[in-house]
């Protein structure tokens, strides 16, 4: 992996929907990312499914939750891809 690239961590339905548990994502243009562009960098890599359950998906950046497209993902940063978790 170059210097700057993403890591991406997927579980359960998502790396099922995206056809592999790990990703990696090249980073933005200023060196860092936003959810969005790593979303649509693994809808344009993955699965035919992957943009619905991505859709459905929590974000940790760098160990931070979110489900904003607009996050930053600073250069080198890990991401991981949480769907919707159900049970008691």
Known sequence: MSAGTVA????AGAAEAYGAE?????????GAATIGDV???LV????PGTAD?????SF??????????????PA???VDVLPPFAGG
């Open 22 to 30: 790990t990703a990696s994502v090249p980073p933005g243009q200023s």
């Open 44 to 47: 344009a890599s993955g699965g």
């Open 39 to 41: 979303v649509a960098a």
């Open 8 to 11: 991406v961590r997927l579980f």
């Open 60 to 73: 940790l950046v760098a160990g931070v939750r979110t489900d904003d497209p607009a996050t930053a993902v």
């Open 53 to 57: 359950v991505l859709g459905r998906c």
């Open 76 to 78: 080198g940063a890990g």
